[in-house]
């Protein structure tokens, strides 16, 4: 196959009508902000879709979802090509995904005076804990809670209203937003430490093998460069690990 017939190829396979749609999920704030009133979002997930639609001389179309459940429950129904989801082995049996570019906690958010100091002390008999419907962190506490009950709402910050209205043993998330909560409410607190590591990465159809390898190579790259780095920190997000490439 010729280097121009398989170029051809893979940009056909990264955006099939012309335009590359891009997913973006606004329920994990630090991969991605609501922008100004009628504006564009913004974050390090945004940044990136723009600059693998420079990259490669396409018209960029982002389309907003609150949750990641919802992002991967669209997969198929043509809403979208690209994707920034955590990998999980529910998704990657049909999702093709690229070399992480952010590493993130998933933890707890209690309440002051719960009795639990590590995020192990939950998983009791009993215990209920709130997670948003098709999170990262709800597919892995789904496989690997023992005892304890999960509470689903339908995105990560209706998982929190849970945890404060039913008077639930904790909220699952993301630690920076988990943590953003705990200080405008003195009532809650984080755990210090964490059931899992989320490894952030582009995510595509699986079929879509020419594009995946190019996505995956992208990545790298802008980890490399710094341009990931540069992106996080931009947005706010400063405490957010980078994996090398």
Do not use: C
């Amino acid at each position: 196959m010729s280097q121009a017939l398989a170029t051809s190829r893979m940009l056909y396979e990264l955006a099939p009508r012309g335009v590359l749609r891009v997913a973006i999920n606004l329920g994990n704030p630090v991969l991605a902000q609501p922008g100004p009133v009628g504006g564009e979002p913004k974050g390090v997930s945004v940044e990136l879709a723009r600059a693998l639609a420079r990259q490669v001389g396409l018209p960029l179309r982002l389309i907003t979802y609150d949750a990641a459940g919802k992002v991967f429950a669209a997969r198929g129904q043509d809403q979208w090509d690209l994707a920034f989801l955590a990998i999980e082995p529910e998704r990657a049996e049909q999702l093709a995904f690229s070399t992480p570019y952010v590493t993130i906690e998933g933890t707890y958010l209690v309440r002051q005076e719960s009795p639990d100091r590590q995020t192990s002390d939950l998983d009791q008999p009993g215990r209920r804990i709130a997670v948003g419907h098709g999170a990262a962190y709800d597919l892995y506490l789904s496989r690997t809670l023992i005892h304890a009950d999960l509470i689903r709402g339908p995105t990560s910050a209706a998982a929190v209203d849970l945890f404060l209205e039913r008077a639930l043993d904790a909220a699952a998330g993301v630690r920076q937003p988990l943590e953003q909560i705990a200080r405008a409410h003195p009532q809650v607190r984080v755990l210090p430490d964490s059931f899992t590591e989320i490894r952030q990465a582009m995510a595509m159809p699986k079929e879509r093998t020419l594009a995946a390898a190019y996505i995956d190579a992208f990545i790298r790259q802008q980890i490399a460069n710094g341009f990931v780095a540069q992106a996080l920190e931009q947005s706010g997000q400063r405490d957010v690990q980078v994996p090398a490439p």
